[in-house]
């Protein structure tokens, strides 16, 4: 059984940093896509950040520059380290993961997903 567990959310001022972390159990990721979403209330689920075997990384425009995804696939866990943070980051944000062999920046291409680390942005 396939679980994401996320950890590292909180409350941080605008301007600060935080670093998620997700870990992977029941299978290896290190060929396959793992990636960040968040939902902010009313909004729907969007994307954010996916890493992809070889190095390959793609951001949303709106966090490039200040949010950086890494995995340790010996860990088998990502990482999302947001820097400068703003007031409009906060969200719910959800590891997800996939074994399709492609990477996504589409919710509905990860079959695996975790329960959701809030992430709240004071101004």
């Known amino acids: 059984q396939v679980q994401l567990e996320e950890s590292g959310g909180g409350l941080v001022q605008a301007g600060g940093s935080l670093r998620l972390s997700c870990a992977a159990s029941g299978r290896t990721f290190s060929t396959s896509a793992m990636g960040w979403f968040r939902q902010a209330p009313g909004k729907e689920r969007e994307f954010v950040a996916v890493?992809?075997?070889?190095?390959?990384?793609l951001y949303a425009d709106s966090v490039k520059g200040r949010f950086t995804i890494s995995r340790d696939n010996a860990k088998n866990t990502v990482y999302l380290q947001m820097n400068s943070l703003k007031p409009e980051d906060t969200a719910i944000y959800y590891c997800?993961?996939?074994?399709?062999?492609?990477?996504?920046?589409?919710?509905?291409?990860?079959?695996?997903w975790g329960q959701g680390t809030q992430v709240s942005v004071s101004s």
């Open positions: 890493s992809w075997s070889g190095g390959i990384t």
């Open positions: 997800a993961a996939t074994l399709s062999g492609t990477y996504s920046n589409v919710a509905a291409s990860y079959e695996y």
